[in-house]
């Protein structure tokens, strides 16, 4: 089972799913998908973590979901958006190479037998134009890496305000 939770930021995405996931298992794992790129960002990863009990087992993996074995469990990967900015970097702001790598990544632990996920994205297109080349082709990227993981699940959440939407399943 599959579920996509999207949304805009600050929307309650991260905590919909993070209710989900406890809803279906009683011990779920966590993928924060988050580098530490600075203070703020070491700031978010923090409050995060505290958000979460000792019911999860929390996994920091920014790239390589492949090396994961998830099979029989229920897993939450939070957040899309930072993980295809990983890719981005990394490829030199290739788009079609981070959409192939990612895609990959993702059929590879989705492919697992009887696993759940829960995977938390942004519907970052819906928001003021990029104003840069760079943000413009990363703004195309994640909405066709939205379309691909909407493609595969088999229900989506539209977070709207603290509200979820069901928008398929």
Not at 79 to 97: A, E, I, M, S
Request: contains cysteine; glycine residues 6%; negative net charge.
């Amino acid at each position: 089972m599959i579920y996509l939770i999207t949304g805009g930021e600050r929307s309650g995405k991260s905590s919909y799913a993070q209710s989900l996931a406890l809803q279906l298992s009683n011990s779920p794992i966590y993928v924060a998908t988050a580098r530490k790129w600075d203070d703020d960002f070491q700031h978010r990863i923090n409050r995060h973590k505290q958000e979460r009990d000792e019911r999860w087992t929390n996994i920091e993996n920014d790239k390589y979901f492949s090396e994961l074995d998830f099979s029989g469990k229920t897993v939450l990967i939070d957040c899309v958006t930072l993980w295809l900015t990983n890719f981005f970097v990394d490829t030199d702001n290739d788009v079609n190479l981070s959409l192939e790598e990612v895609k990959r990544e993702f059929l590879s632990i989705a492919d697992q037998k009887n696993v759940t996920l829960i995977i938390v994205t942004n519907e970052i297109g819906m928001g003021v134009h990029a104003e840069t080349h760079i943000g413009r082709k990363f703004t195309e990227l994640q909405g066709w890496m939205n379309q691909f993981l909407a493609s595969k699940a088999d229900e989506v959440v539209l977070m709207v305000s603290g509200i979820p939407v069901k928008i398929k399943g």
